[in-house]
């Protein structure tokens, strides 16, 4: 079956530390994301790719870093200068890049939620 | 910018009750707008989308027709079931000027229905 995964589902963080989020996809997409969700509010972008080994920040990417090293992995590494990364975070891909014509359905994972603690 | 408002929750409803959640948008261009849901503790899984205007959506006995003129694109279902409590999320892909990879979304809407 086609489709994205993220790991690990449960992420406990002390204070300092850096920690990594996995998201992998086998649908031959060439976009990813990564949003951040946070109660009661809506989704907030924080990475985009749109082809190996480039990526984009979006709305809220200071304390975070990814890296697109294979079209089906999409890494995102919540470091110590992010100030409140207590979230839910969901990857997202999409077949369309920039640029190209139709709209842009985004699949998601299942998500996976980081506590500080 | 591009934006989406959509009403504020939480709503309560009746096993078999009609459900509207409304929508309106801001795009500068011709979006493509969508309605997802997240169950408890998952991820968004799209429910239906509109790519033009006057396009009806539909999915699940949910439905959404994209109205240009009042910008706007409400999701309906006429007896909603227990199954369906969960957080609904309406957005839109603006597909002009280079921004189709992006979506932009409204802050959720939770839906519980009793039995």
């Known amino acids: 079956d086609g489709g994205i995964t993220q790991s690990p589902k449960y992420l406990f963080r002390k204070e300092g530390q850096n920690v990594t989020l996995s998201c992998e996809q086998n649908?031959?997409?060439?976009?990813m994301y990564w949003y951040r969700q946070d109660p009661g509010q809506g989704l907030r972008l924080i990475y985009y790719s749109q082809i190996v080994n480039d990526f984009q920040k979006g709305d809220i990417a200071e304390g975070y870093s990814v890296s697109r090293e294979k079209k089906e992995s999409f890494p995102l590494t919540v470091t110590s200068a992010q100030k409140n990364p207590t979230a839910f975070y969901l990857c997202?891909?999409?077949?369309?890049?920039?640029?190209?014509?139709?709209?842009?359905?985004?699949?998601f994972g299942p998500g996976t939620r980081l506590t500080v603690l | 910018g591009d934006s989406v408002t959509q009403m504020e929750g939480p709503v309560t409803l009746s096993e078999e009750a009609f459900l509207t959640i409304n929508c309106t948008y801001t795009?500068?261009?011709?979006?493509?707008l969508f309605w997802y849901v997240q169950y408890p503790g998952e991820g968004l899984q799209l429910l239906l989308k509109?790519?033009?205007?006057?396009d009806k959506g539909s999915n699940k006995g949910f439905e959404a027709t994209y109205r240009k003129e009042t910008t706007s694109f409400h999701l309906e279902k006429g007896s909603v079931q227990v199954s369906d409590s969960a957080v609904y999320f309406c957005a839109l892909s603006d597909n002009s000027g280079g921004s189709n990879y992006k979506l932009t979304f409204g802050k959720g809407t939770l839906l519980t229905v009793n039995p």
């Open positions: 509109a790519t033009k205007a006057d």
């Open positions: 997202a891909s999409t077949m369309s890049r920039v640029g190209t014509s139709g709209y842009n359905e985004q699949f």
């Open positions: 795009a500068t261009g011709y979006p493509s």
């Open positions: 649908l031959n997409h060439d976009a």
